[in-house]
């Protein structure tokens, strides 16, 4: 158990509509961050908060978007969901101290959302 | 972020030793070498980290060169509970911005 939670743990919609996946980090994390992994690209990095705020942006779509809150938890919104959207959604989670390089900064990964979009 | 090359796959038999190297020729002074791992529908899991020469801890040992531009993931005595795909990134761990770029890793296959 890495600490990591996030829910739900599967999702099934229909293509255009609306989710929210929901992770909470492990106790004094203060970065999260959101991976996708679907079976032709692999594990495939988001995006980043880092205490609230928006520190890197990887690939992720227009439709796409996410927030941290002021209690660390993390949601990922998607819409106009479309077929291959369909994907395990990960979340991890870091101490990430600002301005500091730590080599054991390691990212701890929560259970996943699967997602199935019909 | 340097590039990582890994074996697609590999094969083993419980009881021995599994080494897995990963190719990073354009690896840069502040890059740290990382190895997850990762079960079918769950979330990667951390296993070692190094900059250089060797690092062991209770799950695997990482063996660096001195030039860094390859490394090896060494797990002793593999059960058929280590059968997952193992990844290998190099990069800055800074603090914050530190998106993890994964490659195709390698999927290790223990047999009885």
């Known amino acids: 158990d890495s600490g990591v939670t996030q829910t739900p743990k599967h999702l099934i919609t229909a293509t255009g509509q609306r989710v929210t996946l929901r992770c909470s980090p492990r106790?004094?994390?203060?970065?999260v961050y959101w991976y996708q992994q679907s079976l032709d690209q692999g594990l495939q990095f988001l995006i980043q908060?880092?205490?609230?705020?928006?520190?890197a942006k990887g690939n992720i779509l227009e439709r796409f978007s996410a927030q941290q809150f002021p209690d660390l938890h993390s949601e990922l919104n998607l819409s106009s969901l479309e077929l291959g959207d369909s994907a395990l959604y990960f979340c991890?989670?870091?101490?990430?101290?600002?301005?500091?390089?730590?080599?054991?900064?390691?990212?701890?990964f929560g259970p996943g959302t699967r997602l199935t979009v019909l | 972020l340097a590039k990582t090359t890994q074996p697609i796959s590999m094969d083993s038999y419980e009881g021995q030793e599994v080494n897995i190297t990963c190719s990073h020729n354009?690896?840069?002074?502040?890059?740290?070498i990382t190895w997850y791992q990762q079960f079918p529908s769950q979330g990667p899991r951390f296993i070692i980290q190094?900059?250089?020469?060797?690092v062991t801890n209770e799950v695997a040992s990482l063996f660096i060169p001195a030039d860094r531009k390859s490394s090896t993931l060494s797990l002793p005595r593999v059960s058929l509970s280590d059968t997952a795909v193992y990844y290998c990134?190099?990069?800055?761990?800074w603090g914050a911005g530190n998106m993890l770029t994964f490659g195709g890793g390698t999927r290790l296959m223990v047999k009885p």
């Open positions: 354009n690896i840069a002074t502040n890059d740290y």
């Open positions: 990134l190099v990069g800055e761990v």
């Open positions: 991890a989670s870091s101490v990430a101290a600002s301005g500091s390089r730590k080599s054991t900064d390691t990212q701890y």
């Open positions: 908060y880092y205490n609230g705020e928006e520190r």
């Open positions: 190094g900059y250089k020469t060797k």
């Open positions: 106790s004094g994390d203060l970065s």
